[in-house]
């Protein structure tokens, strides 16, 4: 029993560094700090640690802690997780996945400060973040045995919301693409009123930034149309299963604020707490939905 708790205090702890990892990586790219520590890594400046802080110094330093230490704490969980729930199917695929995707994204970040990336390259670093985070979140659900709260192998789910499932939760990931394109871009600002580029002209954007801000504009809404059709659908079939019922309901809550929150970036200009907000949003939404998945790994199939 007491092992059984220090690995689940030991899980939160690492989840909640995921957190900060993606926040942190959102900061840096946002306070545009990614060359603070110019073009040396580990190192920064050519010093183990900087003597001279400026806000990009402090910023991408940190960020490099922050992963560094988090990295080590993922490191222990995979192998205490695997060794102490080796028995429990995912556990060790979500292991494994939780180090892959965090080594990955921090190898992206240190070609990008050596050697510089496209930013069509770099916009996968957070997405590549993204499902590092949720694999550890899955596996720290696993080690709380929420499945078992929620009687995930008595669930049963239908063929529509099994694919609708399945079809948002991968197309989830490009709107986060499309997002962090847009940063990576500096498309922020080139479309400045809120829902169009430009209120009351219907023209198709007139050039690659415009484009690339409208094509996460229109991807963000595809997807709080998709969500809040499936959260429908859960409300009507789905209330005899709280876990899919208000899991849908809570997708819905969270997809919503991720738009308010999008607008909110464009008409303060990019606020960096609004941008940091959506990026949180999305990521906490990206999470549910690998939940969902695993709940329906688990389920039966139901007829409608």
Known sequence: MQQSKYLKWFAVASTIGMLLILLGGALVTKTESGMGCGRHWPGC??????DKITTEVLIEFSHRVVTGSVGFLILILSVWSW??????????FL??????????????????????????ILALHFGISLLSFASVLLLTLLIFEVDRKFDADKLRIGKKLKWHTIGVALYSYVVVYTGALVRHTDSGLICAEW??????????????????????????GLIFIWIATIAWHAFKHY??????YY??????????????????????????????VHSLLITL??????YMILLLSRSRTKKQ
């Not at 400046?45 to 900087?50: A, K, Q, R, S, V």
């Not at 169009?196 to 409208?214: A, H, I, K, T």
């Open 45 to 50: 400046n050519g010093e183990l640690i900087p």
């Open 83 to 92: 060794k102490a729930m080796g028995h429990i199917r995912e556990t060790k």
């Open 95 to 120: 292991a494994f996945m939780a180090m892959f995707f965090l080594i990955l994204q921090a190898l992206i970040g240190a070609a990008q400060v050596l050697w510089g990336q496209g930013d069509f």
């Open 195 to 220: 829902p169009m580029c430009r209120n009351g002209d219907f023209s198709l954007p007139m050039n690659l930034y415009e484009w690339v801000q409208m094509g996460h504009r229109a991807a963000a």
């Open 239 to 244: 209330k005899d299963q709280r876990v899919l």
């Open 247 to 276: 899991g849908w309901i809570i997708a819905f809550a969270i997809v919503s604020l991720q738009v308010i929150a999008g607008m909110l970036v464009v008409l303060t200009k990019l606020n960096l707490y609004f941008a940091l």
């Open 285 to 290: 939404l990206f999470g549910l939905l690998c």
